[in-house]
């Protein structure tokens, strides 16, 4: 079997690590940069499930090198004054054996795709899919430089504005964008601790800083106006105008010890500097169609806030390819019926368990940034009431107990905390 995959972000290269460990050797992967790498100075955090499916993938030791094991989460109130200091990361690692870390985005991107063999054969750069079509044999894509590829099946890993989508479903998602985010980094100012995510919530607005050892990763995220467009594009005047002139002075470290001016002023403006972007969110209604499928933000959208639209994108990547292994097992040339087939039985796997998480996310989005009384009341009362605990063991963990790895691949390191695993 010929897969064609769209896109080499961080669906499209762990795509190639399982075709590959499934025995699945003949797949390409068009990307449209001009580099195969995305080098974005941006960080992701990456919770223990994920390290199940890496380690199936031999990368988990190279990706656990990269950072030390996030420590600590702390909210904070307007003032720098502490609401609540929890233990979210060590309830997690307790609950589910490994730790949770902050990568570098690009750094996490240069081990997958250094480690992906064939690379340079199999991942090709410049290549703008915006064309495809499909019979009952194969299905064919063009690129904006007149090449085409074609392939037995399509999988689309090309993110949020996702072209592959419109071919299976032509109508757009239903989404909306009630947030915008900014994000950037500075070098770690005193006053900020490694290895820890510092909250700092106020009306419309929370500042997300997110530690590394020697770096500080910001993600602000704001309300945006009733009225404004769902996919508003921001110049430097905009964030001037809607962030910086109106919280440089605001605190964003306990006892009001570092202020986003501070971050801003020692900004990193390498490759582009600090952005600002709607946070979108949605879901595809279909997944696949016939010989077409979409996995990771192609299929839903989410707010980043609780770091989950990554961490869910690799598990959408293990479900499908355990679907099509299943399925090549036995018939080595399957027909678009029975690729549909196998299409839907993924979507069935993934849908809920996304949609429950992306209402996590989404909340949690518009409690921490006190869009209203509710938000506030939440984090201020109710959050330092039931802890971190309530979170973590009546939300997330019997979440994370479900998700899926690769069926067919041995675990070594298998770890097991309190919660058991459903698939060991
Ligand atoms: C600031 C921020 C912080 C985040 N933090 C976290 C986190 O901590 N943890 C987490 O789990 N998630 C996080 N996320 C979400 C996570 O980044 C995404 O869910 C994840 O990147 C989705 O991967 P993807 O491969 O589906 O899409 P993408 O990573 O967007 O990759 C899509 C790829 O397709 C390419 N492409 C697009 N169109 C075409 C085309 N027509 N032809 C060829 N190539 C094309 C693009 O160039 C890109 O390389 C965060 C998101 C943001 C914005």
Redesign the pocket.
């Known amino acids: 079997m010929r897969v064609v995959i769209?896109?080499?972000?961080?669906?499209?290269?762990?795509m190639g690590h399982c075709l590959h460990q499934a025995g699945i050797h003949d797949f390409v992967i068009?990307?449209?940069?001009p580099d195969p790498v995305?080098r974005s100075g941006?960080?992701?955090?990456?919770?223990p499930q994920?390290f199940r499916i890496l380690d199936q993938l031999d990368l988990l030791e190279g990706v656990q090198k990269l950072s030390p094991p996030l420590k600590d989460w702390i909210h904070l109130d307007p003032r720098g004054q502490t609401i609540y200091h929890g233990d979210f990361f060590a309830l997690l690692e307790k609950n589910h054996g490994h730790p949770s870390t902050?990568a570098m985005?690009r750094e996490l991107m240069e081990i997958l795709y250094s480690r992906l063999p064939d690379r340079e054969k199999r991942v090709i750069a410049s290549?703008?899919?915006?064309g495809i079509e499909q019979d009952d044999s194969s299905v064919t894509v063009t690129?904006a430089d007149g090449s085409a590829h074609t392939g037995d099946i399509l999988v689309g890993?090309?993110?949020?504005?996702?072209?592959?989508r419109r071919s299976v479903m032509p109508e757009p998602p239903k989404s909306k964008a009630e947030y915008r985010?900014l994000?950037g980094s500075s070098p770690l100012p005193a006053g900020l601790a490694p290895a820890c995510i510092t909250e700092t919530h106020n009306s419309g607005i929370v500042f997300m800083i997110?530690c590394s050892q020697d770096r500080a990763f910001w993600?602000i995220t704001n309300v945006k106006d009733k009225g404004e467009s769902d996919s508003r594009k921001y110049s430097d005047q905009d964030i001037q105008a809607l962030i910086v002139d109106k919280y440089q002075d605001h605190s964003v470290a306990l006892d009001g010890n570092v202020t986003f001016g501070d971050l801003w002023r020692t900004r990193n403006v390498a490759g582009g500097g600090p952005g600002m972007?709607d946070?979108l969110e949605g879901f595809a209604e279909r997944w696949y169609r016939q010989r077409v499928v979409l996995?990771?933000?192609?299929a839903h959208m989410?707010t980043?806030n609780?770091?989950?639209?990554?961490?869910?994108?690799?598990e959408d990547v293990a479900s499908l390819v355990n679907q099509l292994h299943a399925l090549l097992r036995d018939n080595p040339s399957p027909t678009t019926a029975e690729l549909e087939g196998a299409f839907a039985r993924y979507q069935k796997q993934r849908e809920k368990q996304v949609k429950t998480i992306a209402g996590i996310t989404g909340n949690y989005t518009r409690w921490t940034s006190w869009r209203n009384w509710v938000g506030w009341f939440m984090q201020f009362w109710m959050w330092p009431l039931v802890g971190d605990g309530f979170v973590v063991n009546w939300l997330l963990s019997p979440m994370i107990r479900e998700s899926i790895k690769l069926d067919f691949v041995e675990e070594k390191r298998l770890r097991v905390g309190k919660v058991a695993w459903k698939y060991t």
């Open positions: 769209v896109g080499s972000g961080l669906s499209g290269l762990i068009l990307e449209r940069r995305e941006s960080v992701i955090g990456l919770f994920t902050l985005r290549k703008e899919v915006v690129c890993c090309d993110g949020v504005r996702s072209a592959v985010g994000f997110l993600l972007y946070y996995v990771g933000d192609a989410m980043p609780l770091g989950q639209g990554g961490n869910n994108s690799i």
